[in-house]
């Protein structure tokens, strides 16, 4: 059963943010949410997780809400090379395996 | 470059034949994955090893798909009388365990089964 929810596609301008929203409102405590994205052919490539606070590395940043049910991935200056589908996520501590939905297709265009 | 590496990248085999690929993972990473994506769809799980150790096999490995992962290092998975319905990318991830843990994907190994 897919526990988040993501947007099918979208679509973005080269230099400007690239919002991806994803709602996952039966969240528990110790799980957590990760985002993947993956080029065309290529392995899903990491980009970053968090519980409840925040988070920003080189990649992007992680906003949770403050009640969890929902989360945004910002790509701050979106690229064409950031053309991918975008997979959120939720993963609960003690588990193992990811769970992949069908993500978000994200296309920059110049 | 020290990430997961998988060999072949691409396969092409007759319906019927064997064929095997392998997975290097990230040498400190005890933890490792294998799943299968078709096309549209996000990756599936198929098996998990901690160590040498295969601890868990999704429904979707059927008794003609084996992993291995003999001395905790390199896997192998093996798919024996491959059917059409098999052709996928099949994807090695490895992570060093814990509860915040990361799994770093191979490219992938294409399989198209004739």
């Known amino acids: 059963d897919a526990k988040t929810t993501q947007p099918t596609s979208m679509d973005c301008a080269e230099g400007r943010a690239a919002n991806l929203p994803c709602n996952h409102s039966t969240i528990s405590g110790n799980e957590y949410v990760y985002w993947y994205r993956q080029i065309h052919s290529q392995g899903p490539q990491y980009i970053i997780h968090g519980l409840k606070n925040n988070e920003t590395n080189e990649m992007a940043s992680l906003i949770i809400t403050e009640d969890r049910k929902s989360s945004t991935l910002i790509l701050p200056h979106a690229t064409l090379r950031d053309t991918a589908v975008y997979y959120c996520?939720?993963?609960?501590?003690?588990?193992?395996?990811?769970?992949f939905g069908a993500g978000t297709t994200v296309t920059v265009r110049a | 470059d020290t990430g997961v590496s998988q060999d072949p990248r691409h396969k092409i085999t007759k319906r019927g034949q064997n064929v095997t690929f392998r997975c290097d993972p990230i040498s400190e990473h005890n933890r490792l994955y294998w799943y299968r994506q078709t096309l549209g769809q996000g990756p599936e799980f198929l098996t998990y090893f901690q160590n040498e150790a295969q601890l868990e096999k999704s429904r979707l490995l059927s008794d003609r798909f084996s992993a291995e992962r003999p001395k905790g290092s390199f896997s192998t998975l093996e798919i024996q009388r491959t059917e059409q319905g098999d052709s996928a990318m099949y994807l090695c991830a490895s992570s060093k365990g814990g509860t915040q843990e990361t799994q770093y994907f191979g490219p992938g190994t294409r399989l198209l089964v004739l």
């Open positions: 996520i939720v993963r609960a501590s003690n588990d193992y395996k990811l769970s």
